[in-house]
């Protein structure tokens, strides 16, 4: 893996219905009002009906002193099973959603493949890689917490990877 180019996974495990959780995800517009991590959500193209196509612009913010921002567009819906897009912008990559069931818990996998387009980030990545994936996983932790918050169920699990 080259220096600017991250693999992150992160596993969330919530003890709440499967459509409900999907269509906290599946609705970006409102995550500012539930993740405080995420800034702003502008959308850009509505897309079609199932959210093909759509565009998206997110503002992020973690615990280091700096902001993420990029475009994502909707490459792949399956209902209550997988959201997929393309992001441009501070990064470049691809973001994919995985909704499953576990008994009684809605298991939910994220997939962040992504190339940073930042100069500075591009030439600390060497040492700083630790660091942008610490900041990631608080990003991810937090989502999955507020998301549990957002439908009053328990957070069962997270799990990163990378």
Known sequence: MRAGEYRFTTIWRVGAPLPAVWDAIHDPARWPQWWTCVERVIEVEPGASDGVGA??????????????????????VEPLAVLEGEACGDVEGTGRWHFSTHGEATVVCYEWRVRTKRGWMNLLAPLARPFFKWNHDYVMQRGGE?????????????????
């Open 55 to 76: 565009l998206h612009r997110y503002t992020w913010k973690g615990r280091l002193p700096y902001r993420v921002a990029f475009d994502m567009r909707v490459t792949r």
């Open 146 to 162: 507020a998301l549990a918050d957002l439908l009053d169920a328990r957070l069962l699990g997270v799990e990163h990877s990378s």
